[in-house]
């Protein structure tokens, strides 16, 4: 048995190894309760401004006016707070956090005002009748769905963090599928039962008074018995905790009482010392310290250990075993690429940094080729970095097959980017004008051009598939690097407008929640970037797909044409801008600020 300075020096380790993967499972718990709530002492403890509170009071009067059966007196209440809250907006246009406008300002009104909740309740008393039948429905909901949510999420989550942590142990590479290891495993039912039974034990118990601290490390290690073995039945995984915490309960509690000093520091930094190391850094312990409980209990060969039988989760498995498992992919990994010519100069800078291919269509075919099949295998896995899934005890679901056909690591020749960029400004348009068709009710030509295109839509698509090429393989950070750079073009494109055409604007989001001098806002943001990532993944492949099926010469002639209108749409359009009700809003810009003149704008 590993000595207590022995399981911390191996938590600091393997923290230092996993400390992003380990902080955000940390942080996933204490934000939906699951453990470590006393880490957000400092947003419990923050004193909202007065005219939060006084929202907050009318919003509650109108959810019992509502309840009372009183329809009209909860609408007029809601509705009173909505428009104080436009009206305040609309003294600083130019804010932030504008909320008078919008999608995004529309959903947070529904909830800060209590409408959402009041329409809600209306609703249900003129379908039954009766607000008081209706009262008691909405509690009895409520009272379902939470239990719902705490039963097969809250509660369940432990075991998933402790996967994580368990596999830290070993390996240097633990990848964000594991947060849906119960899903791909059909065990996710099975572990919500398993935990919701251990939980109603010790809640039993603890209505002894030697229940409330005896049995609570008693049960300790069920979610380390789960995350190992998820399809392990409930009684057998409640025992065995029992059985290898047997005469190690007040070790346990040593161990734990040894972190008082963090818990103290985190009192004074409201927290923050708990999140960012202290929370991880205790669940590192603990996980060493299951280890070490489990390998004693393998010694001493008590009743049901042979139940833990995941090997892998404490030694790496043999390249052997590894061979035979992953022989599709080690084929694949060692297909010779010796005869695949290596782009160089100006080619191999477009090629490696930008994503765009100057080769011919044959090699571009053979490289694509090499590198769809990579993007099936496990890497990491065959050279003993990642857990390997395949010899796990239970197999993985088995996922539906996607279209091979999509390899977003592919390079783009200029005539594909040529043509993603038509088709997304001509769909831009369309967007543009469908919407403004739908708020207003009229047909109305978007875009300073006079063409059926917003060009912003196509160069935002071709700087996302090149820019940020290199980043294609890391989905998240991809997201938020294309809302940065859509961001920016948009911002950039709406000044560059305003000063070319005195001060013409042809958007304008003011009023809008998170936005900036109303040139861009998150909602539009937002909707980039998750634009952006289907552009990434499935769109560019798919159009790319089309275009090298067709003839080049065609393929070639048409580009030019497109091309050639296009500029000529540009250079027309510098003189005869596309302007006009629906479409611009003229301001004046006099000493760097703006006077609104008209505010026909969407």
């Known amino acids: ?31 939906i309760g699951t453990e470590f709530t006393s880490s957000f002492s400092i947003v419990e403890n923050k004193i909202l401004p007065e005219s939060t509170i006084n929202e907050s009071q009318k919003v509650n009067q109108a959810v019992k006016y509502a309840l009372k059966g009183e329809a009209e007196k909860s609408k007029k209440t809601t509705k009173e707070i909505t428009e104080e809250i436009i009206e305040k907006d609309k003294k600083n246009q130019d804010k932030v956090f504008g909320r008078s406008r919008g999608v995004f300002a529309m959903v947070i009104n529904a909830f800060s005002t209590g409408s959402i909740y009041v329409n809600f309740i209306v609703g249900m ?3 039954i009748g009766h607000p008081n039948i209706t009262s008691i429905i909405l509690i009895g909901c409520s009272l379902l769905i939470s239990f719902l949510i705490w039963m097969f999420f809250i509660n369940t989550y432990q075991v998933l963090s402790r996967r994580i942590f368990l596999e830290g142990r ?26 919701f039974v251990t939980s109603a034990f010790y809640s039993l118990w603890c209505l002894t008074i030697v229940g409330i601290f005896i049995k609570r490390y008693s049960y300790i290690l069920v979610p380390y018995i789960i995350a190992e073995n998820p399809k392990i039945k409930t009684l057998d995984a409640i025992n065995l905790s029992r059985k290898m915490m047997d005469g190690h309960k007040w070790e346990c509690f040593k161990l734990e009482l040894s972190y008082i000093g963090w818990l103290i520091l985190g009192t004074f930094t409201f927290g923050i010392t708990e999140i960012l190391y202290s929370n991880p850094y205790r669940i ?82 053979e490289q694509e080729e090499v590198k769809k099949e990579k993007l099936k295998i496990y890497k990491n896995v065959i050279q003993g970095k990642e857990y390997p899934m395949r010899l796990f005890t239970i197999s993985e679901r088995q996922q539906r097959r996607r279209l091979d056909t999509i390899n977003y690591t592919r390079r783009y020749s200029i005539w594909s980017l040529l043509v993603i960029f038509f088709i997304a400004s001509i769909i831009g348009w369309l967007f543009e004008v469908t919407l403004h068709i739908i708020d207003q009710g009229e047909f ?24 940020l090429y290199k980043f294609r393989k890391k989905p998240v950070k991809e997201f938020f690097l294309i809302i940065v750079l859509c961001g ?70 048409t580009c030019c044409i497109l091309l050639g209108l296009f500029i000529f749409d540009h250079i027309y359009s510098y003189y005869y801008p596309n302007q006009g009700k629906g479409i611009t809003n003229i301001e004046l810009i006099v000493k760097g600020k703006r006077k609104n003149e008209k505010n026909n704008y969407i």
């Not at 911390?8 to 942080?27: G, M, Q, S, T």
């Not at 390996?171 to 599928?177: L, S």
């Open 1 to 31: 048995m590993k000595t207590q300075k022995d399981l911390k020096k191996n938590a600091r380790k393997n923290l230092k190894e996993h400390y992003l993967i380990f902080v955000v499972a940390c942080v996933i718990a204490t934000f």
């Open 125 to 127: 008393n003129s379908i």
């Open 170 to 195: 070993i390996y240097k590479r633990v990848p964000m599928q594991r947060f849906l290891f119960l899903l791909r495993t059909k065990t996710w039912i099975r572990t919500s039962w398993t935990m």
């Open 284 to 365: 590192a312990a603990l996980t060493e310290y299951y280890a070490s409980l489990r390998k004693l209990a393998k010694e001493k060969e008590i009743q049901g250990i042979e139940k833990l039988n995941d090997v892998y989760l404490y030694e790496k498995a043999q390249q052997k075993s590894l061979e035979q498992k992953y022989e599709d992919v080690i084929n694949v990994l060692n297909k010779s690429k010796n005869n695949l010519e290596k782009p160089k100069g100006l080619k191999k800078i477009l090629a490696d940094y930008f994503g765009i291919s100057l080769a011919d269509t044959k090699e571009q075919e």
């Open 444 to 467: 109305v030509k978007r875009g300073v051009l006079q063409g059926p295109w917003l060009p912003i839509y196509g160069y935002g698509c071709i700087l996302i598939l090149t820019v």
């Open 488 to 557: 920016f073009v948009e911002y950039y494109t709406g000044v560059y407008l305003e000063y070319t055409f005195n001060g013409t604007r042809w958007w304008d989001y003011s009023g809008y929640f998170l936005n900036i001098h109303g040139r861009v806002c998150a909602e539009g943001l937002l909707v980039f970037g998750l634009g952006g990532i289907i552009l990434v993944y499935i769109l560019a492949p798919l159009i790319d797909n089309v275009v090298q099926k067709l003839n080049i010469k065609k393929l070639v002639v």
